[in-house]
């Protein structure tokens, strides 16, 4: 079993930033090593569907990000902390919701990397509150 935990969200004001944390305990085993897989970043607005945000490959060779947030948002990690970031920039009141990191069952995966079916392992989520 791998353990996502988010951090990094709270209240801020629109046209204002977050950096949101993921990263998981290590256990030894290849499965909790986050450099390992395809990790991606995903909302949950009240009355939607849950969206993916960013995507990024094991190496970080490859990033995808949804066009709703392109410009504004960018995803990076740092292996050796186990941990992968999202920098959000320009957050708008609409994008309040709850943030959710999860952990792929491939390295990446181009077509798929932003739909919530890739991915075996989620966090509880951290919320992100955009409102003046």
């Known amino acids: 079993q791998v353990h996502l935990v988010e951090s990094g969200g709270g209240l801020v004001q629109p046209g204002g930033s977050l950096t949101l944390s993921c990263t998981a305990p290590r256990s030894g085993s290849d499965e909790d090593y986050l450099g390992y897989w395809m990790i991606g970043w995903f909302r949950q607005v009240t009355g939607k569907e849950r969206e993916g945000v960013s995507c990024i490959s094991h190496g970080s060779a490859h990033i995808k990000t949804s066009d709703s947030v392109k410009g504004r948002f960018a995803t990076s990690r740092d292996n050796h902390k186990n941990t992968i970031y999202l920098q959000m920039d320009k957050l708008r009141p609409e994008e309040s919701g709850i943030y959710y990191c999860?952990?792929?069952?491939?390295?990446?995966?181009?077509?798929?990397?932003?739909?919530?079916?890739?991915?075996?392992?989620w966090g509880q989520g951290t919320q992100v509150t955009v409102s003046s």
């Open positions: 999860a952990r792929a069952r491939t390295y990446w995966d181009e077509d798929d990397c932003l739909s919530p079916a890739a991915y075996d392992y």
